[in-house]
């Protein structure tokens, strides 16, 4: 990680879990970017403390209210976003927000189906939209070639839940609409990569493990994998990553995984 040289970087729902983690690695690299913008639903809220006790230590961390189901505050937050950049574009926006509600074919509804493919699929179209304009104008004020997350990406945090080929763990736990939604976004980011190619935009899914966080730990099942290490290694893959890449779902290690 110590080459991973990025100037601004959006984490949404990094109040918690996975986002946090990547809040705190990214502020404690040694090389820690110009502005770390960390959104979440209520920035004064009880849930944002620790972000808060962040920010009071790191002046380049910006709490960002956004609410990746509704539109007028995604919008909001990239005009905050841009505010806070001046005339610098934005290098890196992970889609990190999510939700996941148990279920099985037989007890799932239509109100959990729509809420999770909302929060799962489309907050992270609408926040991509949103700050497309300023992924653009990173790429375009880079002298890097090629594609990196260094120079403008969108990373989606997926997982393999959503894989097809794979379907993992069906019989630990079905979550029926959290499968469907993370299969609907692996499609989203295949059809950003083909978009956004010709703009210097790089974009990827991540599978980032299963990781030992509110959303992780689901039914009776300990998750084996811990926050920091999975954090670690998606720090370390991010930098990796190229135009040979764009469109393509990863694990946390790097590996490709089947759609």
Same mark, same amino acid.
């Given at each position: ?66 609410? $990746?189901?509704? /539109?007028?505050?995604? !919008? *909001? =937050? ?6 806070? %950049?001046?005339? &610098? ?40 939209? $949103?700050?497309? /304009?300023?992924?653009? !104008? *990173? =790429? ?6 090629? %594609?990196?997350? &260094? ?109």
């Amino acid at each position: 990680m110590a080459g991973f040289n990025v100037r601004s970087v959006l984490v949404t729902g990094a109040n918690r879990g996975l986002g946090l983690e990547l809040v705190k690695q990214f502020l404690e690299k040694s090389n820690p970017p110009e502005w770390v913008f960390a959104t979440c639903r209520d920035p004064e809220g009880e849930r944002a403390q620790q972000l808060k006790n962040l920010a009071s230590r790191h002046p380049n961390l910006a709490i960002v209210a956004l609410e $990746a189901t509704d /539109p007028a505050s995604i !919008k *909001a =937050a990239a005009t905050r976003v841009e505010e806070h %950049l001046k005339s &610098s574009g934005l290098n890196l926006l992970i889609n990190n927000a999510g939700i996941v509600r148990l279920s099985t074919l037989e007890s799932e509804t239509p109100e959990d189906m729509s809420l999770v493919y909302a929060t799962n699929v489309t907050g992270p179209l609408l926040v991509s939209q $949103a700050f497309l /304009p300023l992924l653009k !104008k *990173a =790429a375009q004020g880079s002298p890097q070639p090629g %594609l990196s997350c &260094s120079k403008a990406a969108i990373v989606n945090m997926s997982s393999e839940c959503g894989s097809i080929a794979n379907l993992i763990a069906l019989e630990l736990v079905q979550v029926v609409s959290y499968r469907c939604s993370k299969a609907a976004l692996n499609m989203l980011t295949k059809c950003q990569s083909l978009g956004y190619e010709g703009d210097g935009i790089l974009s990827i899914a991540v599978h980032p493990g299963w990781v030992q966080t509110d959303m992780g730990s689901t039914g009776s099942h300990q998750a084996p994998l811990t926050v920091d290490v999975s954090v670690q290694g998606i720090l370390n893959v991010l930098p990796t990553l190229s135009k040979k890449d764009n469109g393509t779902f990863v694990n946390w290690e790097g590996k490709v995984l089947p759609w």
